[in-house]
């Protein structure tokens, strides 16, 4: 009986989420809009990630209820694919140490990208933020940081302005001409 409650309580959280998703997707699906062809509208957004929402808040309610032990840190997935460890003790590491000048580098290179994205644009500061984080937090490939921070901010680029319809800055001067160049090649007006 303690373990039913135990589960309860545990379900609970994700159950009040679950309703106020309901009530959030019967209201997305009242937005009124003139249809353009070959555009989302402005309800697809939100409803997607209302179902997102959703379909999480089931599964962890599922998890909860069915897996033999719903106390285990393991993911969705990994209880779904049957790939969670069986002994509990082979998860315990220690815990990891206390850098407090790593924080206050990603804190002064937060500061730095909003103290500078009006000026370099979204693309390029994007771009910069994205390489100074993976070399504070210890990656050492230059070619794969390029890699990553370059096609991570073109990434966003395309998404928010293409896709999702946001205005992102475009910088002033040469920074503002590479911007408009690559919204060009990547067919954003």
Known sequence: MNLHRERLRRITPYALVSVAGLFLLRTAMQIDYQERAGTLGPDFWPKLVIALLLIVC?????????????????????NIAGNAQSDPAETLTEPAASRPGLLIAGMAATLAYVA???TTG????????????????????????????????????????????????????????????????????
């Open 58 to 78: 089931a599964a962890e309610i599922l998890r909860i209820l069915f897996a033999d032990n719903p106390d285990a840190e393991s993911g969705i997935l990994e």
């Open 116 to 118: 500078l994205v009006a």
């Open 122 to 189: 979204f693309v390029i500061t994007t771009a910069v933020y994205l390489a100074a984080f993976l070399t504070i937090g210890g990656y050492r490939k230059r070619g794969t940081i390029a890699a990553l921070s370059i096609g991570g901010s073109l990434l966003l680029m395309f998404i928010f302005m293409k896709l999702v319809y946001v205005s992102l800055p475009i910088g002033s001067g040469p920074f503002a001409e590479i911007t408009i160049f690559l919204m060009k090649i990547m067919g954003i007006r």
